[in-house]
């Protein structure tokens, strides 16, 4: 036998309710009408079988026709959150049973395997009753009779519970709650066919629902940091197959209580999940691996520190259309950024990191029938490296601000391809190159004001010959309300740099005025694209 005594004694009770169907023990206090608009359709309620599978023979051994079983998603969550365990520790099924004149018993089942510590729900739940209720089907499923027998019930004492609607069958439910001494009759469902949103907002249930969401947004700063921390610990590296917690706590410094916390918010993110005691990266926490492919390591620290400060004065840049960031930090974030190596060089490994955007750039690029790249403000070199490696003939030329110049020398060498790339210092306000049949400008336009796009984009028609090629790589702003990384990104611009995203309208202007003609426009990776223009005559 799977199931204890007291737990077969317990849907005994329920079955037996079900069976004689009388309502009045539940709906002593309601008006008699009540039962006119509705029927009692099932009682349920929640047991612990020592193993899912064997619990429907042993039902149907006790005179039971218990269907097919299926699993309970829904019990199963609150369980859950109830008893903070994790989803995948907990095996929930649901069987449902036919007693009498239509009426069912449903009984939901939380395997409790032997020697498992399961049983100390068990015994919480089979004292709360909280899963054990009785289901009404409104039988005139229109609004008018909905709403009389909500009010009904709440007038006779049931408080709301929540509810919903299910889509797949068309389904609304409402769950009353009522402090009754008989856990049987604690809960309530009403079930109504259809859709009914109106209700569903007097029950609160709507009203929940956006205060949850805004709760969620409002909080973004905490999940930035949470992320931050994860990364600035480095979590994702020191994070080993079935690492008991505490030992990744000695291994970060950190301290175990706190960091279990931290990950639990982290799996709540879904940038860890739980596995039994421990927790494991999931798609998203493999991306904070320092030596993963594209790593967003650096970002993720870049947007927890400095950016995170500057993004706490966005109210200044709003009042003011200034920056935030050079009113906290005193300087433009460049010229900040320069002055400090470590952090100038965390600012260029955190533009490479979205170097995915990159991808098929050389193969849009027709390099075969280029010679030498010019890469304006190439940051340390990936997007250049990227397209010597794809065309050996090539021959490259960086041209950065004095700081980065090293740190690029550093990444091309490493790439194999500094041998084919001339490194040169400059302010593009100033001047940029000449001889280069092929331009980039990768992701420069977007941290200044049109007044300064206009200053590069005319040195850069003032150094290329008519027919050169510009490639710029930008996110582009939607021209209507298609989402897109754009839109958040330029408030980004707007805190940090004094920049903006722009449509691919607004480029095709600011080009024109330079003398360059736009030819096409190409998606990237991570919203980004590729426009390409040539130098008219
Ligand atoms: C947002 S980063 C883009 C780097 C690179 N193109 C990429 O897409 O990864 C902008 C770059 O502009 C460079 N920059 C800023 N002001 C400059 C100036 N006056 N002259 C030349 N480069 C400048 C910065 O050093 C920085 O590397």
Same mark, same amino acid.
């Given at each position: ?21 009388? *309502?009045?023990?539940v709906l002593?206090e309601l ?85 498992? !510590? ?17 289901? @009404? ?13 909500r009010?009904a019930l709440l007038d006779s004492g049931f408080a709301p519970d ?9 389904? *609304?439910?409402?769950y009353f709650r009522t402090?009754a001494?008989?856990? +049987?009759?604690r809960r309530v469902?009403l ?53 008991? *917690?505490?030992? +990744? ?5 950190? !301290?175990?209580?706190?960091? #279990?916390?931290?990950?639990? /918010? ?36 870049? /947007? ?31 010229? /900040? ?9 965390? @600012?260029? #490994? ?7 955007? @990159? ?15 010019? !890469? ?61 049949? +092929? ?7 977007? !941290? ?22 510009? +490639? ?66």
């Amino acid at each position: 036998m799977t199931l204890q005594h007291v737990d077969r004694l317990r849907i005994e009770a329920v079955a037996e309710f079900a069976r004689a169907g009388d *309502t009045s023990a539940v709906l002593a206090e309601l008006p008699g009408e009540f039962t006119r608009y509705c029927r009692f359709g099932h009682a349920a309620v929640l047991v612990f079988p020592r193993s899912l599978d064997e619990l429907a023979a042993d039902l149907r051994s006790s005179g039971l026709e218990v269907g097919e079983r299926v699993a309970s998603v829904v019990v199963r969550e609150r369980l859950s959150r109830r008893h903070d365990r994790p989803l995948e520790t907990l095996e929930v099924g649901l069987f449902r049973a036919p007693v009498a004149d239509g009426r069912e018993i449903e009984i939901f089942a939380l395997a409790v395997p032997p020697g498992s !510590d399961l049983d100390e729900i068990a015994a919480a739940e089979r004292a709360s009753g909280s899963e054990t209720h009785v289901g @009404f089907e409104v039988t005139a499923p229109d609004r008018i009779a909905l709403s009389g027998l909500r009010t009904a019930l709440l007038d006779s004492g049931f408080a709301p519970d929540g509810g919903g609607y299910n889509a797949h069958v068309d389904v *609304t439910v409402l769950y009353f709650r009522t402090d009754a001494e008989d856990p +049987l009759l604690r809960r309530v469902e009403l079930v109504s066919a259809g859709a009914h949103a109106d209700m569903l907002a007097a029950h609160g249930v709507q009203a929940e629902q956006p205060a949850k969401a805004l709760l969620g947004l409002m909080t973004g700063a905490w999940a930035t940091q949470a992320i931050g921390v994860a990364a600035q610990l480095g979590l994702a590296d020191r994070m080993a197959a079935e690492m008991p *917690t505490a030992a +990744l706590a000695r291994a970060t410094g950190t !301290d175990h209580d706190s960091l #279990r916390r931290l990950l639990r /918010y982290l799996a709540s993110l879904g940038v860890v999940r739980r596995t039994g005691d421990t927790f494991e990266l999931t798609a998203l926490g493999e991306l904070l691996r320092v030596d993963a492919e594209h790593s967003l390591h650096p970002l993720a620290v870049m /947007y927890a520190t400095s950016f995170y400060e500057s993004f706490g004065s966005l109210a200044y840049s709003v009042r003011t259309g200034r920056e935030a960031f050079e009113h906290i930090f005193g300087k433009n974030h460049f010229d /900040y950024f320069a002055e400090r190596p470590e952090l100038a060089d965390l @600012f260029d #490994r955190a533009m490479a990191s979205s170097a995915s955007m @990159f991808g098929r750039v050389a193969e849009l690029a027709d390099l075969p029938s280029a010679r030498t790249v010019v !890469d304006v403000a190439g940051g340390n070199g990936e997007l250049l490296g990227r397209l010597l490696r794809a065309a050996p003939h090539l021959r490259g030329v960086l041209f950065e601000r004095a700081h980065v110049i090293e740190a690029a020398h550093a990444a091309l060498e490493k790439a194999g391809v500094a041998d084919r790339c001339d490194f040169v210092t400059g302010d593009f306000t100033a001047g940029v190159p000449g001889g280069g049949d +092929l331009y980039l400008l990768s992701r420069v336009l977007h !941290d200044w004001d049109d007044a300064q796009c206009r200053r590069i984009l005319a040195r850069l028609a003032e150094a290329m010959s008519p027919g050169a090629s510009l +490639l710029i790589v930008e996110r582009l702003l939607p021209e209507d309300d298609t989402p897109s990384l754009a839109v958040a990104w330029d408030v980004h611009m707007m805190c940090n740099v004094g920049g903006r995203e722009r449509t691919a309208g607004h480029y095709a202007e600011l080009l024109a005025e330079a003398g360059f003609g736009v030819e096409s426009v190409h998606e990237l990776a991570l919203d980004a694209a590729l426009l390409r223009a040539v130098k008219l005559s």
